[in-house]
């Protein structure tokens, strides 16, 4: 086993080495081109060249470009992120059916694996660069595993020994599924184990919904009707308007908040990758509905808000803040399991958010998100990193996107629905 391992470094470091000199002289042969005819016409005329060379090695090679991905890869767990979904089960008196592994590992089977091409697809390094490469379903089947445990309060310590073990992103389908059944015969659980790599949030939730008998296209949230989907045409203007607002975002970055609290990492640099994990206790969602509509606002304000409210009571009072980031979905709303999409499309930008006191200051936060989300500049991330893909080499890209956001406190990342 430690030999395989050992094998599989140093074929992944062969690789990389390879992209490092494909990616240099890549940006080398863009300097020249550039230089000849220009940057204002150039980077137009590389721009549709790019486009229209991806399309063509999707419509012959039947290989999806990484892009945006790329950056979510990386080395170790430190340059990784794992996203863990889990879906309980419980047996009551009013649905006393046994929980049956084999039921739900055929509806996975039939409705998500066989449906979703991103479902039985992996990395691989293909024509010097980086790919989404369909496999044989039977090696995406073999993901899927049947365990036991004692009961739901097991749960908690299972989870615990998940959440720091990387998934392998790199030529392997970077997922895991567990189906959890309860030696006690109380219900089970499944649990999704994804590499953020193959989707954000809206994916997965998406995703999920098509694994329920009554599922509905109505059952999704209003942020997945079709007005809020990243389009070409959005892209061009985001394209457009990128060399401004890659201004106005490192000005945002230099001059947020340098309020030092235990969660920046420019005042900890060790970071070893390591994940914590804790339950907190259950809380009725209906609560939270009544004061979104007593103040109107939305669902992600009164996280937020919440959030705001009850840190100070952990923080010192010379804290009066902190450095927000918070995604926006930008999936469309599916009418298929076919229609899914698997991706990264979600955008965000930093902001300041301060603590409150009162809920009767939720008004206030809610304005200061606004202002960010109703600007092109939340897509300054996404942009950027599809565009340091095209020409720097995943290594440049993990050391840019582990110190990008250095001062940032906190990720908000909430994902309404049913």
Known sequence: IIGKVIQIKKKMHKVFFIEILSQTLKLYLIYLFLSKIGIIIGSFLLYFLLISYRYLIKKIFHLQYVSFDKSLMGFSSRDQYTINLLSLFDRTDSSPSTFEPSVFKK??????????????????????????????????????????????????????????KRIDNY?????????????????????????????????FLSMLCFLSDDFSPELFPKI???????????????????????????????????????????YHPTHLGDSKYAMSKWYDISEIRKVRQKYSVSFNDSVVGIIMR??????????????????????????????????????????????????????????????????????????????????????????VSNYIIFKVDMLISNCPGP
């Not at 090696?139 to 595993?145: F, L, M």
Request: charged share 20%; proline share 5%; glycine share 4%.
């Open 171 to 203: 030529n392997n389908i970077p997922y895991e599924i567990y189906i959890i059944k309860y030696d006690d015969n109380t219900g089970g659980a499944v649990h999704f184990k994804f590499d953020h790599v193959v989707s954000d949030g809206l994916g």
């Open 224 to 266: 997945m009707n079709g007005k809020y989907t990243y389009s070409a045409l959005r892209e061009l203007k985001d394209t457009i308007l990128f060399p401004l607002h890659i201004f106005i975002a490192i000005y945002t970055i230099l001059f947020s908040s340098w309020e030092r609290t235990d969660f920046k990492i420019m």
């Open 107 to 164: 509806t996975i089977i039939t409705r998500v694996i066989s449906q979703i091409p991103k479902m039985r697809s992996k990395i691989v390094y293909k024509l010097l660069n980086f790919y989404w490469e369909e496999t044989p379903i039977e090696e995406a089947i073999s993901k899927i595993q049947i365990i036991s445990l004692p009961n739901k309060e097991s749960l908690h310590d299972y989870l615990d020994s998940h959440v720091s």
């Open 310 to 399: 009850a840190l100070p009571k952990t923080m010192n009072d010379k804290v009066s803040g902190l450095n927000i980031v918070i995604p926006c979905g930008y999936t469309s709303k599916p009418q298929t399991a076919k229609d899914i999409e698997m991706g990264n499309e979600a955008q965000g930008f930093l902001m300041y958010i301060p603590f409150i006191t009162s809920f009767t200051e939720l008004p206030k936060l809610s304005k200061i998100i606004r202002r960010v989300f109703s600007t092109s500049i939340t897509s300054i991330p996404l942009f950027l990193f599809r565009l340091f893909g095209e020409v720097f080499p995943m290594i440049i890209l993990n050391l």
